[in-house]
């Protein structure tokens, strides 16, 4: 995850107001206003699973608890990561990595 929200991060520095973006699949074309509120619901979303993780959960529970709920409408069918699968990516990638220290932004 990190490292798609260090790219997000970048791509919106260096988008204005102007900019079009033009994604790889799935959404439709955005501007940076809307790569902000992607970017933001990514993190939330990580911080969420994070969280319920240290408090031991395990990915069955995480999935009952919905960490993305207010997002799943908007964003929860998206075609590159249905919640489903980015629940249990951003699941397994902490625990593959325990260690690895949370960017929140």
Same mark, same amino acid.
């Given at each position: =995850?990190?490292?798609?929200?260090?790219? /997000? %991060?970048?791509?919106?520095?260096? $988008?204005? #107001?102007?900019?079009?973006?033009?994604?790889?699949?799935?959404?439709?074309?955005?501007?940076?206003?809307?790569?902000?509120?992607?970017?933001?619901?990514?993190?939330?979303?990580?911080?969420?699973?994070?969280? =319920?993780?240290?408090?031991?959960?395990? /990915? %069955?529970?995480?999935?009952?608890? $919905?960490? #993305?709920?207010?997002?799943?409408?908007?964003?929860?069918?998206?075609?590159?990561?249905?919640?489903?699968?980015?629940?249990?990516?951003?699941?397994?990638?902490?625990?593959?990595?325990?260690?690895?220290?949370?960017?929140?932004?």
């Amino acid at each position: =995850m990190k490292g798609i929200i260090q790219a /997000l %991060d970048q791509a919106i520095t260096l $988008a204005n #107001s102007e900019t079009k973006i033009i994604p790889g699949h799935g959404m439709d074309i955005v501007g940076r206003k809307e790569l902000i509120e992607f970017r933001d619901m990514i993190v939330t979303i990580r911080d969420r699973v994070y969280a =319920m993780i240290e408090e031991g959960m395990v /990915l %069955d529970v995480v999935m009952e608890n $919905a960490p #993305s709920k207010d997002f799943d409408a908007k964003w929860g069918q998206e075609a590159g990561w249905p919640t489903v699968n980015f629940i249990s990516i951003v699941f397994h990638e902490s625990v593959a990595n325990p260690d690895t220290e949370v960017n929140r932004n």
